[in-house]
């Protein structure tokens, strides 16, 4: 009876928390539009920087990750395997290639990481969508890193975003255990 109680406790904890942190997000957005403010800015992806280039039969194209897709230096966006970007902590402005085979295969590599920045924050979900917020920025997390590390709402998890570039995805690197 006395865990029933406890769990109880620990989910009106929850739901207070959740009330909390959208009443403060209300009440941000209530200041910054008064004030004509906004936080967030587009992010503005270049690829002058990136090339593109053939190997026998492969097509190689170096891409710029923006978070569900990359950006290539063709100018077209491709598809990212969630579960790749999960495993391998990609990061918004990670430089990477694709090269797509004569057959078709598609073979992802990291080339290039952005400088990066890790800071532990706690796992909230908002319309379906996994997130962190901190510093008055909320960050998207992928559902299959999420699932991939086991993560779940008010874990305690160690993100990665890119240090000194706007973002609006953070890559989940870690799970702080619960009794650390």
């Known amino acids: 009876m006395e865990n029933k109680k406890t769990l109880a406790a620990i989910r009106d904890f929850i739901i207070s928390a959740e009330k909390s942190v959208k009443s403060a997000k209300k009440l941000l957005k209530d200041v910054l539009d008064d004030n004509n403010i906004s936080l967030d800015t587009e992010i503005n992806y270049s690829t002058a920087w990136l090339n593109s280039y053939s190997s026998d039969d492969a097509k190689i194209i170096e891409w710029v990750f923006t978070w569900e897709e990359m950006l290539g230096s063709d100018g077209n966006k491709y598809p990212v395997p969630a579960n790749y970007s999960s495993k391998s902590k990609l ?20 080339i290039l990481p952005i400088e990066r920045t890790y800071v532990t924050w706690l796992v909230v979900k908002e319309k379906e969508k996994y997130q962190v917020v901190a510093e008055w920025k909320t960050y998207d997390l992928l559902t299959a890193a ?16 890119p240090n000194g570039k706007m973002a609006t995805f953070a890559a989940i690197d870690a799970v702080i255990p619960k009794d650390a």
């Open 146 to 161: 999420v699932t991939h590390f086991k993560a779940g709402i008010g874990d305690s998890i160690t993100v990665i975003i």
């Open 91 to 110: 990061v918004q402005w990670d430089k990477l290639k694709l090269t797509i085979a004569g057959n078709g295969k598609m073979l992802y590599k990291q």
